[in-house]
Nanobody
Framework: VQLQASGGGLVQAGASLRLSCAAS????????MGWFRQAPGEQREFVAG????????????SVKGRFAISRDNARDSDKNTMYLHMSTLKPEDTAVYYC????????????????WGQGTQVTVSS
């Protein structure tokens, strides 16, 4: 199983970014997917999640209305990708963002996620 996160960068407050997570080696539709983030000296925290087939979404309160998670359950496994559209970014959104896969449909804690990507850095300047 491989999860490859990308799309991070340095932006100013108020800007937008889209993160991607390319998944391979797993039955993508069977897994809920999630985004977590970890700032220096902080614990890894849940950001957003999306269930498998029905693609139901759920968010941390801190990002509701600003972030949107989506997924492409294409039959072509090379296109199995999850996205995080981030808008109205704030300096407090600065962190390394990780994508993860879970067999639990609405997991919000890291321990229920089975596979993790390597992380992509998002830095928001004020």
């Amino acid at each position: 199983v491989q999860l490859q996160a990308s799309g991070g960068g340095l932006v100013q407050a108020g800007a937008s970014l889209r993160l991607s997570c390319a998944a391979s080696g797993l039955a993508f539709r069977s897994y809920a997917m999630g985004w977590f983030r970890q700032a220096p000296g902080e614990q890894r925290e849940f950001v957003a999640g999306i269930s498998g087939v029905r693609a139901r979404t759920f968010y941390a309160d801190s990002v509701k209305g600003r972030f949107a998670i989506s997924r492409d359950n294409a039959r072509d496994s090379d296109k199995n990708t999850m996205y995080l559209h981030m808008s109205t970014l704030k300096p407090e959104d600065t962190a390394v963002y990780y994508c993860a896969a879970s067999l639990e449909s609405r997991g919000v804690v890291p321990r229920v996620y089975d596979y993790w990507g390597q992380g992509t850095q998002v830095t928001v300047s004020s």
